[in-house]
Structure formats: C-alpha cells, structure tokens
C-alpha cells in the first residue's frame, strides 16, 4: 500500500509544481503572444528559464525522495519526463516548430499533473481513470487550437468547449461533494475565461486567465485523483 508522503518530499514537491506552473505560463505567454510582450519578451523568457532549471534541480530531489519512499514507477516518469522536456527546449531554442510547442505543453501538463498526483497517496480507481483520460483529450484539443489550427471558430473548437463544460461541471460536482471550493471556483473559471477569450478574439489578459486556470485545474484534478480516490 503506498504510504503518505514524507514531510520534505511534499514540500519539495509543491515547490517544483509551483516552479512547473510558472514555467507553463510564461511558456503560453511566449506562444502566445510573442510579438505583442514587446520589452517584456526578454523578461517573460528570464522567468521562463530560471523557474524551469530551478524546477529541473527540485524534480531530481523529488525524484530521489520518491523513489526511497517506495513510489518508483511515479518517480521515475516525473523524472524522465522532465528530462525529456529539457532536452526539447534545449534541442529547439527559442523558436521551436509546432510539434515542440505541442510536445512542450502537453509534457509540462503532464509533468504538474504527475507532481500533484504525487501530493498525495491514495491508489487510484477506474472512475478517475476515465476522467483523467477524457481531461488528456481534452488538453490534446486545447493544444491543437492553441498551435495548429488557423482559424478560431472550427469543429475542434466545438469540440475543445463542449467537453471541457462537460469536464469543468462534472469536476464542480465531485469538488463540492468533497468541499473542495477553491476547486469549484478553478472549474468555473476554465470555461469562462476561456469563453471571454474566444468571444473578445484571444487578448492577452483572457488567454493568460484561461492557461492559468487550464494548468491549475489538471494539477488539482490530478491532487484529486489520487487523494480522494
């Protein structure tokens, strides 16, 4: 059975998850609005570098922690996810193509999913197995829309916000049945901003909003999987 984990590694952990956040949201910044940041760009690239070396350093930690508290499958991808990251951004610098970008976010998704998922210790059950599949599908549409596609009302699109109030309503419901409500207010706050920035044509406040709540909604969804599962 696994056990709780130890003091150091949860303090470890949420300080690579934080670290990792960061890095996701300056790294959407970048994509998103690389030309519109202007002066900003070199700073919003500093922060992106520093949070992510940082994050590196702490996830080797947490990775050492892990695997002699006895979690070592889960030890073991959150580091060689994190490597494999690296050597992503290392090997496309600053302008990476479509597929990097798409590789770069859905890893540094993945990689907060798994960090908070190691927060906590219970196993996991088919249910949440099923809600985390459909929330991977739907982070492979949201980083379709966000890279590849060129126009922004289309049928992945439909598809992108249907399931994601679908996901954000079923999350609501599971959050206050746990009395969870600053994960209530994350799943209001996905489709909703979400929402403004399609309908106000993608400004750079609504985007951030909506990558934001997107990454800390995977991160406490994944805390809930494995927490209250």
Known sequence: M????????????????????????????????????????????GVHRVSASAAALLILGVGWLAWRGGRRPLAAAVVLLMIGLSVLGAATGTTPPPAAQAGNLLGGLALAAMLAWLLSWHPSSGRTQIFIALLALQALLGAWLAIFAEELWSLPLIAHATLGLALAAAFAVFAFQAKLFIQILLAAAVPVTGIAAALLGQPLAASLAHAAAVALLIAAAAWAHGRFA
């Open 2 to 45: 696994d056990r709780a984990p130890a003091p150091a590694l949860r303090k470890l952990t949420a300080a690579s998850l934080a670290l990792v956040l960061v890095v996701v949201l300056a790294s959407a910044a970048i994509r998103l609005f690389n030309q519109e940041l202007g002066a900003l760009l070199p700073v919003v690239r």
